[in-house]
């Protein structure tokens, strides 16, 4: 994974700006609150792909190929976005 996947954009802080100031305008407390949840968002997401391959390279699922365990297994990989 690269750096410039666990941050935002500076075009989506604008976006984000851009839409903050059209509802309010001059809300300075928004837009940082906005771009904040956003970044925990994008952090979080990334996080949750480094435990995912650290996983399927380091624990070996215990079910055959074609099992109704395995097809879980990969069922559960696309939920998190790694499918």
């Known amino acids: 994974m690269k750096a410039s996947d666990t941050v935002m954009g500076r075009e989506r802080m ?24 956003e970044q925990a968002e994008i952090s979080f997401k990334a996080g949750m792909r480094e435990v995912i391959e650290w996983v399927k390279n380091n624990i070996t699922i215990p079910y055959p190929v074609g099992s109704v365990g395995y097809k879980r297994w990969q069922s559960q990989l696309k939920k998190w976005g790694d499918g």
């Open 14 to 37: 604008l976006e984000i700006r851009k839409h903050v100031f059209a509802d309010n305008p001059g809300t300075i407390v928004t837009i940082q609150e906005n771009t904040a949840m």
